[in-house]
């Protein structure tokens, strides 16, 4: 088995989607300025432990590649003591309680009504064992679904 049909069968058994990149759609010059594009609100916005390590960021990258364009495109917020700035989003994924707690706390509650909030380990417990990778796994996927639900 090549090693091309055996990822393809890898992913299929996870239940994730590959992504092949197309070229884009010529713009006509008038459509392409940015001032007359309206402010969109993100897919997704994930909230990260102040201070990650490069191993767990990594981690996580590659995890967030793994489920598409739209969450490995998603803003990436340390929290730390301060309080919360995060933008609006149609969900976030909060990566250890702290952060769960800090969503809470900070932003509107219409917005958390509105918005998907999923929770997942911290990157440390996930980078620890295979629990936290399963667990994390989970996440994206509920993540990915709600996206999914929201139009797109």
């Known amino acids: 088995m090549t090693q091309a049909a055996h990822r393809a069968?890898?992913?299929?058994a996870l239940g994730v989607t590959p992504w092949r990149?197309?070229?884009a759609p010529a713009v006509p010059e008038r459509e392409?300025?940015?001032a007359a594009m309206p402010a969109a609100e993100p897919d997704c916005v994930?909230?990260?432990p102040a201070g990650c390590a490069p191993r767990e960021l990594d981690l996580l990258g590659r995890a967030f590649l793994a489920f598409g364009p739209r969450l490995a495109r998603a803003a990436r917020i340390e929290v730390g003591a301060a309080p919360l700035q995060?933008?609006?989003a149609r969900a976030y994924l909060?990566?250890?309680e702290a952060q769960a707690h800090a969503l809470g706390r900070d932003l509107p509650a219409e917005w958390l009504h509105q918005a998907h909030v999923v929770l997942a380990d911290t990157p440390a417990v996930v980078l620890a064992g295979?629990?936290?990778?399963r667990r994390l796994w989970s996440a994206l996927r509920a993540l990915r679904r709600a996206l999914a639900a929201h139009g797109g």
């Open 21 to 23: 990149r197309r070229a």
């Open 46 to 48: 994930v909230l990260l």
């Open 9 to 12: 069968r890898l992913l299929r």
């Open 130 to 133: 295979g629990d936290g990778k």
């Open 94 to 96: 909060a990566l250890g």
């Open 32 to 34: 392409s300025s940015v």
């Open 86 to 88: 995060a933008p609006r």
